[in-house]
T-cell receptor, first 117, second 116 residues
Framework: AQTVTQSQPEMSVQEAETVTLSCTYD???????LFWYKQPPSRQMILVIR??????QNATENRFSVNFQKAAKSFSLKISDSQLGDAAMYFC??????????????FGKGTLLTVNP | KAGVTQTPRYLIKTRGQQVTLSCSPI?????VSWYQQTPGQGLQFLFE???????NKGNFPGRFSGRQFSNSRSEMNVSTLELGDSALYLC???????????????FGEGSRLTVL
C-alpha cells in the first residue's frame, strides 16, 4: 500500500517570504499523480497543484511550485511571496494511475502553515 | 457553476444513533467520493460512487454505508454511532468516465459530526 509522509506538522513564514513544505511517499508503482491540497479554516479543500509522475518538468502554478524527485520519492511544495491568505493546512496526496487503485487519494497528515504579517 | 454542497454542516448525535449526510456534486460530475477526517487518522477514504453504484470501498466497518441517486447526489449513513465516529466527513465530486480514473477531486466544506 502507498503511504504519504509529511514530516513537518507545523511551519511558519513571514509575509512576502518563501517557504517549502516537504512530502515523501512510498510506492512501487511507476505511474501515479501527486497533489498538494490546501484546507483553510473554512475547511473546503482546494487543489493547489498537481504533478504527473511521467513528467520530468516540475509543475508551477503562479506562486506555487513543486520539486518532484521521482527517484527519491520526494514531492515538496514551494510557496513564493507568501500571503496572509496562504495560511492553511496543506496536504500532500497520492493517486495511483493503475486500474485497480485509481479511484482514491492517499493523504499525508498535513502541515499547518502560519503566515506572519 | 455551483460547487459541492454538503448538508448538514454540523450535527450532534449520541452513541447508538444513526446519521445520514448528504452531498450534491458539481453539475455534470458523476463520481462522488467520501472521506473521513480526524485529527488522529487524518483523511481516510470511505467509498466512491459512480452511476449509482458503489465502485470502491475503504477499510471501514459495515456501519458505514452510502448510496447515490440518479441525479448523482449521494448520501452516506452511519448506524450505531460510536464516539470514534466523531469527525469531519468530506465529500468530493469529480468527472469520471466509465472505466476511467477518478479525476481531479472537488471537495465540499464537510459535515462536522460530534458523537456524545
Amino acid at each position: 500500500a502507498q503511504t504519504v509522509t509529511q514530516s513537518q506538522p507545523e511551519m511558519s513564514v513571514q509575509e512576502a517570504e518563501t517557504v517549502t513544505l516537504s512530502c515523501t511517499y512510498d510506492t512501487s508503482e511507476s505511474d501515479y499523480y501527486l497533489f498538494w491540497y490546501k484546507q483553510p479554516p473554512s475547511r473546503q479543500m482546494i487543489l493547489v497543484i498537481r504533478q504527473e509522475a511521467y513528467k520530468q518538468q516540475n509543475a508551477t502554478e503562479n506562486r506555487f511550485s513543486v520539486n518532484f524527485q521521482k527517484a527519491a520519492k520526494s514531492f515538496s511544495l514551494k510557496i513564493s511571496d507568501s500571503q496572509l491568505g496562504d495560511a492553511a493546512m496543506y496536504f500532500c496526496a497520492y493517486r495511483s494511475d493503475s486500474g485497480g487503485s485509481n479511484y482514491k487519494l492517499t493523504f499525508g497528515k498535513g502541515t499547518l502553515l502560519t503566515v506572519n504579517p | 457553476k455551483a460547487g459541492v454542497t454538503q448538508t448538514p454542516r454540523y450535527l450532534i448525535k449520541t452513541r447508538g444513533q444513526q446519521v445520514t449526510l448528504s452531498c450534491s456534486p458539481i453539475s455534470g460530475h458523476r463520481s462522488v467520493s467520501w472521506y473521513q477526517q480526524t485529527p488522529g487518522q487524518g483523511l481516510q477514504f470511505l467509498f466512491e460512487y459512480f452511476s449509482e453504484t458503489q465502485r470502491n470501498k475503504g477499510n471501514f466497518p459495515g456501519r458505514f454505508s452510502g448510496r447515490q441517486f440518479s441525479n448523482s447526489r449521494s448520501e452516506m449513513n452511519v448506524s450505531t454511532l460510536e464516539l470514534g465516529d466523531s469527525a469531519l466527513y468530506l465529500c468530493a465530486s469529480s468527472l469520471r468516465l466509465a472505466g476511467g480514473p477518478v479525476g481531479e477531486l472537488f471537495f465540499g466544506e464537510g459535515s462536522r459530526l460530534t458523537v456524545l
